[in-house]
T-cell receptor, first 115, second 113 residues
């Protein structure tokens, strides 16, 4: 979905390196999310933010941090990458009001490999 | 704990055939249930949404059903096409609170010519 963009799309890094994944959206949604997806495990929530001043941990936040720089931007950082953080990472946005009932709109994903 | 279980984990069918995917959930209090389609290497996209008062919803060849009493949903795909090959994810949201949805692990569907 071109309304939600993620950079980079692919990244290979080494153990111990600091990595930042960025997400931008033009949908005007207040709510933004970071998920990781591993084969057989589905999507798991890392962090979510309901507005610029609101940051919440998801079910697997250890080893990750986030920054909500503006309504449209939500970044995910791996302070010291480790191999088991190799995964596909998705950013998503949602608007809980009206008829869409909190539909989530996903970015194209970032494939991260930690060697 | 809110949970969403999907079956089967994977499914292979021939083009033109029908199939049904299942979703059981324990999310409470229930607000709505969505089915998402995720093509390989892309983000999920919503197919259908159902609230408590709805028991069926169609989107082209996709028909979703909901039984709120038994907490079960199904996604039926009619006259499958090669482009239906994807992962189908059931997502259930609770009412009130933070509206954080609970994701199933998905069913991987492969349609062979």
């Amino acid at each position: 979905d071109a309304d939600v963009t993620q950079t980079p799309r692919n990244r290979i890094t080494k153990t111990g390196k600091r990595i930042m994944l960025e997400c931008s959206q033009t949908k005007g949604h207040d709510r933004m999310y970071w998920y990781r997806q591993d084969p057989g495990l589905g999507l798991r929530l890392i962090y979510y933010s309901f507005d610029v001043k609101d940051i919440n941990k998801g079910e697997i936040s250890d080893g990750y941090s986030v920054s909500r720089q503006a309504q449209a931007k939500f970044s995910l950082s791996l302070e010291s990458a480790i191999p088991n953080q190799t995964a596909l990472y998705f950013c998503a946005t949602s608007d809980p009001t009206g008829l869409v009932y909190n539909e989530q709109f996903f970015g194209p994903g970032t494939r991260l490999t930690v060697l | 704990k809110n949970q969403v279980e999907q079956s089967p984990q994977s499914l292979i069918i021939l083009e033109g055939k029908n199939c049904t995917l299942q979703c059981n959930y324990t999310v409470s209090p229930f607000s709505n249930l969505r089915w998402y389609k995720q093509d390989t290497g892309r983000g999920p996209v919503s197919l259908t949404i159902m609230t408590f008062s709805e028991n069926t919803k169609s989107n082209g060849r996709y028909t979703a059903t909901l039984d709120a009493d038994t907490k079960q949903s199904s996604l039926h795909i009619t006259a499958s096409q090669l482009s239906d090959s994807a992962s189908y994810i059931c997502v259930v949201s609770a009412s009130g609170g933070s509206y954080i949805p609970t994701f199933g692990r998905g069913t991987s569907l492969i349609v062979h010519p």
